[in-house]
């Protein structure tokens, strides 16, 4: 069984292993001029990845009644969706 | 608020078991604060949309702009704001096993990266305004300089929020069984932090990357 301290150094690893790959993708799209709407499409997956797990496990809402997590959970889906269509 | 102590005896052990995780679903913290999340997170939403309609209505401005940020430390920001949510994270679950020094220790190190966000980002002004742009030199900058200075106060707000925590739970207040409601201060606090970094994750995709 995962000990707690197990579970947030796990997430915090995956974040700064998401934030990193976000950052290497934007550079390797700046010089090979390919698709900018699936650059942008890729990065905002990326955001809605680490925002399911600062929702989940940093702010412990897992486990939190689920109307309160869909609505959390919701945003970093949204907001991501909404900036690219607007991009499209 | 009697369930707050409930859930923070039940988590002292290392895994809520399968039959007592139904009775564990409780909201962290405040009703009150996380209807302030809301709020927050809806005034954000309106500036990520708007900045991302301004920029593809200005798409060259924009470009320019961004090529003039300083990538580098938007990342290292970053890095601070997930370690300094970690450290909250992990402090709260120090408060649950009654080890108060050991959470104020924690928050200290939240405090501490929360710190280097604060002197990397007053840098990145000042080397902005070296170079002659400022709040009025384009439409970019204008949303730009909006946004994160926003972003900027909620930090400061987080950190004076963040030394109360470690404050009450230096002076063992979080252990008094007459004030239970205090436990739940400290869920709250810890939430409105990890909104704060939420934030920011969406930030800098945006501003700095894309």
Known sequence: MMKFWQRYALSWGWLIILTMASVAIGQYFQYATLNSVLFIAIVMLIIALKGQQIVDVFMELKHAPSLWRNIMLSYVIVVPLIITLIYI | MPDNLQQALGASTNE???SSKSNLKKLPGD?????????????FAIFFIGFAIAENLN???FAEG??????????????????????VAISLHS????????????????????????????????????QGIDIETNTFF???????A??????????????????????????DSSSESEFSGFESGACYWHMVDLLWIILFPLIYVI
Do not use: C
Not at chain 2, 31 to 43: D, G, P, Q, R, Y
């Open chain 2, 66 to 87: 961004k090529a003039q940020l300083h990538k580098v430390a938007g990342l290292i920001n970053t890095i601070a704001l997930i370690t300094s949510s970690y450290f």
């Open chain 2, 31 to 43: 009703l009150a604060m996380w209807f302030f999340i809301l709020a927050e997170l809806t005034v």
């Open chain 2, 95 to 130: 408060m649950r096993v009654r080890n108060d020094r050991q959470a104020v220790f924690r928050l200290i190190l939240a405090l501490v990266f929360a710190a280097v966000y604060i002197v990397i980002k007053l840098w990145e002004y000042e080397s902005l305004f070296e």
């Open chain 2, 16 to 18: 809520p078991t399968a």
């Open chain 2, 59 to 61: 798409l060259v401005m």
């Open chain 2, 142 to 148: 204008t949303l730009y300089f909006l946004i994160t």
């Open chain 2, 150 to 175: 926003f972003h900027f106060m909620h930090i400061l707000l987080g950190m004076v929020i963040l030394v109360y925590m470690a404050k009450n739970a230096y002076q063992g207040k979080y252990n």
